[in-house]
């Protein structure tokens, strides 16, 4: 490209979008890349304080801002994810389904680490609706050298930088644990709770038991709702270290293999998650996700429900972003709890 004045320019191929902000009235795009100059065009592009532009003059080796947002666009698209139009170097990734968006944040670092390349995003593991932007993608100058681009395709290679899984249909059992409930003394106001976490990532619940403090009646109910065929298991009561709670040692009595047994996170530092050897998730919660807003639960449920199978080592990542700061209002999942990792 080069720069010629702008009372020159008829005829000449504007090589970048050319913007137009009237404060409180508009901001659009005025000329589009590609636009060919005329006569009639000066005034407003003078209008709008530019006496100069850059008109197109292709160079060996390097891109223009729009083919350089299209290639990054390809090194982060993947099934589910669609794009915006290219709009002044821009490209904005959207979903297309509801699901839970996850990115390599270790190959984000390096490409962002380029001079001249940005991609910008969400945080990873982040359940999002149809139609939500995900990402945007732009080199910084109007234009930048292939080599660089070129880097970026060798960081990504062969596997997108990004995925958006859909969430599974999933059927849900409920063992609810204490003498107090079983008895009649109080009323169940946990079970509800649960159940509308659930809706959230249309979870039906397939069954629920309400037991006693009882290790064998714990076992007995997983085992139950799972042969009816639960394919997820939530636990509620019995998490704590008095001796009448005793549904951790009933989880692994059941047979599942307990991954973890306590979190990095406040509220939910309690939290249990294991796996039965088939792959069915159960999770034992504590009673902050009776009453507090967001909680552990809230941070491991998306990726259940999309069917990710969740490690030691990503509980211990939940740390960083783990601190629930309790706000008067609660506006989870649009602020900085769980989004350390």
């Not at 065929?229 to 704590?240: H, N």
């Amino acid at each position: 490209m080069k720069k010629i004045a702008t009372v020159d320019a008829v005829g000449h191929i504007i090589c970048h979008d050319i913007t137009r902000i009237i404060k409180d009235v508009v901001k659009d795009v005025a000329f589009k890349k590609g636009h060919t100059v005329r006569e009639e065009d000066i005034p407003v592009l003078l209008s709008i304080g530019k006496e100069h532009l850059y008109v197109w003059e292709k160079n060996e080796g390097m891109l223009h801002e729009n083919e350089a947002a299209e290639i990054l666009y390809d090194l982060c698209k993947n099934e589910n994810i669609k794009p915006s139009e290219v709009k002044e170097g821009k490209i904005e990734l959207i979903a297309d389904i509801d699901g839970l968006f996850r990115i390599d944040v270790d190959r984000l670092d390096k490409i962002n680490e380029l001079d001249e390349i940005m991609i910008a995003t969400r945080h990873t593991n982040y359940p999002v609706k149809k139609g939500d932007k995900l990402a945007g993608t732009r080199v910084i100058p109007l234009v930048v050298e292939e080599a660089k681009l070129k880097r970026a395709q060798e960081i990504i290679g062969n596997n997108p930088l990004m995925e958006l899984l859909p969430f599974r249909e999933m059927k849900a059992g409920i063992v609810t644990t204490g003498s107090e409930v079983y008895h009649g003394r109080i009323k169940d106001t946990f079970t509800p709770v649960v159940i509308d976490k659930l809706k959230q990532y249309n979870i039906t619940v397939c069954g629920h038991k309400i037991v006693n403090d009882e290790s064998k009646m714990i076992v007995d109910a997983i085992l139950e709702l799972k042969r009816n065929g639960s394919d997820f298991i939530v636990c509620t009561g019995g998490m704590s270290v008095d001796p009448d709670d005793l549904t951790p040692s009933a989880v692994r009595d059941s047979g599942a293999k307990i991954i973890s047994y306590g979190a990095p996170v406040l509220p939910g530092a309690m939290f249990l998650i294991g796996y039965f050897e088939d792959g069915t998730p159960i999770v034992g919660l504590p009673g902050c996700v009776m009453y507090a807003k967001a909680t552990i639960f809230d941070l491991v449920l998306p990726r259940i429900a999309a069917g990710v199978k969740i490690s030691k080592k990503d509980i211990a990542r939940m740390g960083h972003g783990g601190l629930c700061l309790s706000c008067k209002v609660c506006t989870y999942p649009n602020c900085g709890f769980g989004k350390g990792v």
